[in-house]
């Protein structure tokens, strides 16, 4: 079992930034999800993360950083657009696919040629990341704090119920309250003329056409041949994802005993329990998650959700909608 740290001093901070220097594990909270981070050049601290998630090692991993000016030593170019949307929407839920550079091993990208790099939008994790740069550290490389296939932890109870039995004692949770958007962060690949989206997220298609002036695609071309390849790369674009025990069902009539979560606006039906009943959409995005997990705590066999309407966030939360769906 990992130490568990919920009143996060400097101090706190510096101790789990050496942990990460040392090769140990270390959970925390970013504005998206929350985070298992290991030193991004480390091989064998890398290899711990897919141990720890029971995920196949050639899935590609975040590397997160502090700040855009410790973006330049991972990548070895980046386009006009992708600099106007860094300096726009870091820190915040928005993940660079680059160019790599030497720094970015094979263990990191998967064996591709690109890393994907992100700035995260939490006080504690920018902590942690200052500690550890301070300590010489380069990045922090960190999928969603679950195990494979599960559903994402916002909260660090979350983490504990997901990877405490596999985490060591040297290793670490950082407790930062809950996510605030609840959803993983917006992935870009920013290799091509324009930005393409390999993951919605909070920044949306109009956001990133409104910021760089460029039209961004939006899906995968599933006829080209590139397609196989990237849905491989994605892991979090797998068809089975995001799934919690119970089997998930969208915009149907529930039976009696199972889940529900709908907007607020949305009368609970007859005999089903209510798991949410979010106000707007960034609150459906914010609880969804743990909302799922709720029905998994009361064993609920079934979870029928409601998907909200319309572009923006409510794109990302039918996205990972359709992949809990999709499993079992
Ligand atoms: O919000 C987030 O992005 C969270 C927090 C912790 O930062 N992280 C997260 O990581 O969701 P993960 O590993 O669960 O999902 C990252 C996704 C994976 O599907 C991975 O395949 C993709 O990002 N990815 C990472 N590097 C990539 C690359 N170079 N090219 C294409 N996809 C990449
Ligand atoms: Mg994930």
């Not at 091989?43 to 196949?56: D, F, S």
């Not at 490389?141 to 983490?159: C, I, K, L």
């Not at 990877?163 to 690949?189: K, M, N, P, R």
């Not at 002036?213 to 041949?225: M, T």
Request: aromatic fraction near 8%.
């Amino acid at each position: 079992m990992s130490q568990f740290l919920s009143n996060c001093s400097v101090d706190a901070l510096a101790t789990a930034g050496q942990a990460l220097k040392d090769g140990f594990l270390v959970a925390f909270p970013t504005e998206t999800v929350y985070g298992l981070g290991a030193d991004a050049t480390n091989a064998t601290a890398v290899a711990r993360i897919y141990e720890v998630k029971g995920r196949p090692a050639d899935h590609p991993l975040i590397v997160h950083i502090a700040d855009l000016k410790y973006l330049e030593q991972w990548i070895l170019d980046i386009p006009e657009y992708a600099i106007v949307l860094a300096r726009q929407f870091w820190p915040g839920p928005m993940t660079l696919v680059l160019q790599r550079s030497e720094l970015a091993k094979d263990f990191i990208t998967g064996g591709q040629n690109t890393v994907g790099i992100r700035v995260p939008d939490n006080s504690l994790a920018l902590g942690l990341l200052e500690a550890f740069h301070k300590l010489g550290g380069k990045g922090i490389a960190a999928p969603s704090a679950n195990r494979f296939g599960q559903v994402s932890p916002t909260n660090a109870e979350a983490v504990k119920e997901e990877l405490g039995d596999y985490l060591s004692d040297s290793d670490f949770v950082l407790d930062g309250g809950s996510s605030e958007v609840g959803l993983e962060s917006t992935i870009i690949d920013c290799t091509g003329e324009q930005p393409r989206i390999l993951r919605p997220g909070a920044i949306t298609v109009p956001i990133i056409e409104e910021s760089t002036g460029l039209k961004v695609s939006n899906s995968l071309d599933k006829n080209s041949a590139d397609f196989k390849n990237e849905m491989t790369r994605v892991s979090g674009s797998l068809k089975v994802h995001y799934a919690p025990k119970a089997k998930v069902f969208l915009d149907q009539q529930p039976v009696g005993g199972s889940g529900f979560i709908a907007l607020e606006s949305i009368d609970t039906p007859d005999g089903a329990f209510r798991l949410a009943a979010p106000k707007s959409v960034e609150e459906f995005a914010r609880v969804l998650y743990s909302a799922l997990r709720e029905g998994d705590r009361l064993k609920l066999k079934q979870i029928y959700v409601q998907q909200p309407d319309g572009d923006g966030l409510a794109i990302a939360i039918r996205d990972r909608l359709s992949r809990s769906a999709n499993t079992n």
